[in-house]
């Protein structure tokens, strides 16, 4: 059956098109693209950031969790012509572009990354300096970190908006067709929905909504106009009412804030950490390879003395064979050097995020300096006076003088003064004891869904919703004083409260749990700094003790030579003397390393050591703190 549409009558009809038309326009005009929605979105999760951020550590610093696209790892993969999977290896900004990506400016190239130029031909070369901001800015680890605190700014300002104006609007196209009277009547329906909503910060609930409906019989020629209106406010009395109950969640996201800050500050102080342990310990073990070579060397060339001196009968072939074998091992130990020092280095480029086939060089310089320093600090290699004539009797008393603070490092402080600034600045402890807050507040929630429930509810409508085709005059206004209100007082009795009561009892034992928790990290607080501060003593004396080894070995080995021409020594005790010289030698390096690492995990524990945005740290001063400056 055809439609019948009277053309003469359809200019009535044009008012009706034309209003819903210029809605959906506007409304359409008003959306905004994903490129929009992202950049909002970094600008509301940044500023919350520098605002917690001054908030929780007293400054705030830049922050963004947008990478460079040339970062170093990624100036490696392309410059030393790395082995890459595919394009995912440089960055989102190499991916192929997909059908329907909704964001054309994602991918664009941003960003250079200032640190460590390229040479054009040979291994890049860290300082350690260098090293620390390269971690921050390709370490993948360090990326998830700095998205973690990002995240939960997000999260805050999803937190915050159950308490803003909340607007919407809603346009809808109806076509009607009826043909059971053997005719066709035809019928166009346009409804337009304005709605607010509100949550107040006591838990009052409002809503408003407007809705208009244009109707158009196309067959018939008329049109009708419907408009209505409604509002409704909720207010709870008793259980769930009260500025601290509603504002539960926006307070904890609020801190979460603050946590996540606090736990990336002590991930940052850790990484730097790891940083320069993982960078000595390469320099370690590079020296390693040095004094592995050198004593393979001193081998090679005992083995050819010792075949000259057996040719001439000055030495027995058992000697030689001693020798020979004293090569052997030491050529073994320094390819075990070689290889260690390789796997270390390799490490070390995973640990900053760096490709690990990528040819890195560090600056041995920083070992040098660092051994320069010590020596001049803590390393006394002068012998006392002796008097030629005193002869100690064999009997004579044995005192064993202790450990003493002479030559002590700067950070070998008090012990109890130690712990003391370590409660005093440690972010962990401090979101451990918040969250003992948290706990409160918890038990104070569970409390409030004990009681007794009374909801105050109201609204009022007023006009007229289209609902078909037949309307009338009254529903193209909207009259108050023809207006429908209701109240309703919901009151829900206490009786059943068992999973509130089961609740209730839970939010107090959590309570006593992050009470211990607080205990507990402050016992392991004090054992962690009470340890590093044991830990300097023992490597001080080490430095001192390794140093002197150093010097009695060097010595050894020279009057071990000496005797060997006069024929009053063994190959032997030259081969062993030699072997005493290499380990003396790795061993004060490690010992210097290793009292290096302790003196930034000691700041690190008391909660001292101090790391900006590029990754770069700024050590603690015991004078300045004693001074009070």
Not at 162 to 170: N, V
Not at 306 to 311: Q, Y
Not at 399 to 417: F, K, L, S, T
Request: net charge negative; hydrophobic share 40%.
């Amino acid at each position: 059956m055809a439609y019948k549409l009277h053309r003469g009558k359809a200019a009535r009809t044009g008012p009706a098109m034309v209003f819903c038309l210029a809605v959906t326009l506007l409304t359409l005009a008003g959306c905004r693209t994903p490129t929009d929605y992202h950049r909002e979105a970094d600008e509301v999760a940044y500023e919350i950031v520098a605002e917690r951020q001054d908030q929780a550590l007293g400054r705030v610093e830049p922050f963004t969790i947008e990478r460079p696209s040339t970062i170093l790892r990624r100036r490696l993969l392309e410059g030393q012509d790395l082995t890459m999977s595919g394009p995912w290896s440089l960055g989102t900004d190499r991916l192929e572009v997909i059908d329907h990506w909704p964001d054309d400016t994602y991918q664009a190239e941003i960003t250079l990354d200032p640190v460590a130029v390229l040479p054009e031909d040979g291994p890049v070369k860290i300082t350690l300096v260098e090293a620390l901001q390269i971690g921050a800015r390709n370490s993948l680890a360090y990326q998830l970190q700095k998205e973690s605190v990002f995240r939960t700014a997000l999260s805050l300002d999803l937190a915050r908006n159950e308490f803003r104006d909340i607007f919407s609007q809603r346009i809808q196209s109806i076509l009607d067709a009826d043909t059971t009277s053997g005719e066709t009547a035809a019928g166009a329906t346009q409804t337009s929905a304005s709605g607010w909503s509100r949550v107040l910060e006591d838990g009052t609930t409002l809503t408003a909504q407007l809705a208009i409906d244009l109707a158009n019989l196309l067959t018939g020629g008329a049109s009708a106009l419907g408009i209505g209106g409604d509002a409704s406010v909720t207010i709870p009395l008793l259980a769930g009412s009260g500025r601290h109950i509603q504002r539960e969640a926006l307070t904890q996201a609020e801190r979460d804030v603050l946590y996540a800050l606090w736990q990336f500050e002590q991930y940052k102080k850790t990484f730097a950490v790891n940083v320069a342990r993982e960078y000595l310990s390469v320099l370690a073990q590079q020296d390693q390879v040095d004094n592995a070579e050198a004593n393979y060397q001193r081998n090679i060339l005992s083995a050819r003395r010792s075949r000259r001196l057996a040719d001439a009968a000055r030495l027995r072939e058992i000697e030689v064979d001693q020798a020979v074998q004293a090569e052997l091992d030491a050529r073994q130990r320094w390819i075990r050097a070689v290889q260690n020092y390789e796997g270390a280095l390799d490490g070390f480029k995973e640990l900053l995020g760096l490709p690990v086939d990528a040819r890195i060089e560090l600056d041995r310089g920083e070992l040098g300096n660092l051994t320069a320093e010590m020596s001049a600090a803590m390393i006394d290699l002068t012998e006392p006076p002796r008097d030629p004539n005193e002869v100690v009797p064999a009997d004579a008393v044995i005192e064993v003088p202790p450990p003493d603070m002479a030559n002590a490092g700067r950070y070998e402080i008090d012990p109890d003064h130690a712990v003391r600034l370590a409660f005093a600045n440690r972010p962990d402890l401090r979101e451990t004891q918040e969250r003992v807050f948290d706990a409160q507040r918890q038990v104070v929630i569970a409390a409030d869904a004990l009681g007794a429930e009374l909801t105050l509810f109201g609204s009022v409508d007023s006009g007229g919703r289209r609902s078909g085709l037949g309307a009338t005059a009254d529903d193209a206004q909207l009259r108050l004083d023809r207006a429908t209100w209701r109240a309703l007082l919901t009151l829900d009795l206490p009786i059943e409260r068992t999973a509130e009561r089961r609740a209730y009892r839970e939010s107090l034992i959590a309570l006593e749990r992050s009470v211990r928790e607080v205990q507990a990290l402050e016992d392991q607080i004090k054992l962690s700094v009470r340890n590093r501060l044991r830990s300097l003593l023992s490597l001080r004396e080490s430095v001192q003790i390794n140093a002197k080894g150093v010097q009695v070995a060097e010595k050894r080995v020279r009057s071990v030579n000496m005797f060997l021409e006069a024929g009053e020594a063994q190959i032997r005790d030259l081969l062993e003397a030699q072997s005493a010289l290499l380990g003396a030698q790795d061993a004060l390096t490690s010992a210097i390393v290793n009292y290096r690492v302790a003196e930034l995990e000691l700041q690190r524990d008391m909660g001292l050591l101090q790391v900006d945005e590029k990754g770069l740290w700024r050590e603690f001063n015991p004078k300045e703190y004693n001074d009070g400056t």
